[in-house]
């Protein structure tokens, strides 16, 4: 064997296997603390790429499930503004038929009369306070709400709401405006017939507009709702299958390098042992 000052091609080896033994290691124990295969971009740079499109593409997804439940959001407010109405309508609706039956005394009258004010101006306010993330619904003003709950900015989808003051409901008869004190029908014009027109004619509109919303919610955002989840788990997994560690399998590797390190260890001490040695025998 040959003996010198410098390393002999054993020791050298030695050496070296123990250097990318430690690597190995180390590179185990950086991937089982952080759970990623991919702490750098050298660990793989093609499927690196390949997570971080997956991960824009995932984060369009999120940003779409969330405008997704805005608007669901926004129906909801709307749809309970536009349930209200009607309940108000039905109330007026009750007071012009106990009116229109011929027994009420001046005094009811102008009692019912009162209640009909009361409740139209609720149906005002209402058209003015019904709002969502500082939008207002029925006020007219979301008559062409373009919404959008799709990864592509390009696909939005339009919402009507409709304006449900006073003014704005109602049908050839007049507007529900015309049934308070001193309207064109008032319960004092007698014109019992018109002001029943008025109101079936401000419920259907009501109606219909729950129905367009509910369609709406129904058949545009919750089934968009669905698919943007399965995209979501779908993405989510591709991008863990790229970038997360599989924890069995590098404890596995841990092992091998703890091994490979520790034998190493031994190697390298053996050849040192070997030229003291023989560094003795030539005193």
């Given at each position: 064997m040959r003996t010198g000052s410098l390393l002999s091609g054993n020791e050298l080896t030695s050496i070296h296997s123990l250097s990318r033994s430690y690597s190995l290691l180390n590179m185990s124990a950086l991937r089982l603390s952080t759970l990623k295969r991919i702490n750098r971009a050298a660990d793989d740079p093609a499927a690196l790429i390949a997570a971080?499109?997956?991960?824009s593409e995932l984060t369009a997804v999120q940003a779409a499930n969330a405008n997704a439940a805005r608007a669901v959001g926004t129906i909801?407010?709307?749809?309970s503004g536009m349930a209200e109405v009607g309940n108000l309508l039905?109330?007026?609706?009750?007071n012009v038929m106990e009116a229109a039956g011929g027994f009420l005394s001046d005094a009811e009258m102008e009692a019912k009369q009162i209640e009909i004010n009361a409740a139209v101006e609720a149906v005002n306010r209402i058209s003015s306070y019904t709002s969502y993330g500082g939008r207002k619904l029925l006020d007219g003003s979301a008559e062409n709400l373009v919404l959008n709950f799709s990864p592509?900015?390009?696909d939005t989808s339009t919402?009507?709401?409709p304006n449900v003051h006073a003014t704005s409901l109602g049908g050839d008869s007049g507007s529900l405006s015309e049934l308070t004190t001193g309207g064109s029908l008032s319960l004092a014009s007698g014109n019992f017939s018109g002001m029943i027109d008025t109101l079936d004619a401000a419920r259907d509109q009501v109606l219909y507009a729950r129905a367009?919303?509910?369609a709406f919610e129904k058949y545009s955002i919750e089934s968009s709702m669905r698919v943007l989840d399965e995209m979501e788990e779908t993405l989510t997994a591709g991008i863990s299958r790229l970038m997360d560690t599989d924890v069995a399998q590098e404890a596995s590797n841990m092992l091998r390098a703890q091994i490979l390190v520790a034998s190493g260890i031994a190697m390298v001490g053996t050849s040192t042992q070997?030229?003291?040695l023989i560094?003795?025998?030539?005193a």
């Open positions: 971080e499109t997956l991960n909801h407010v709307a749809d039905n109330s007026i609706r009750g592509s900015p390009d919402l009507s709401l367009e919303a509910g070997s030229r003291g560094g003795q025998l030539l």
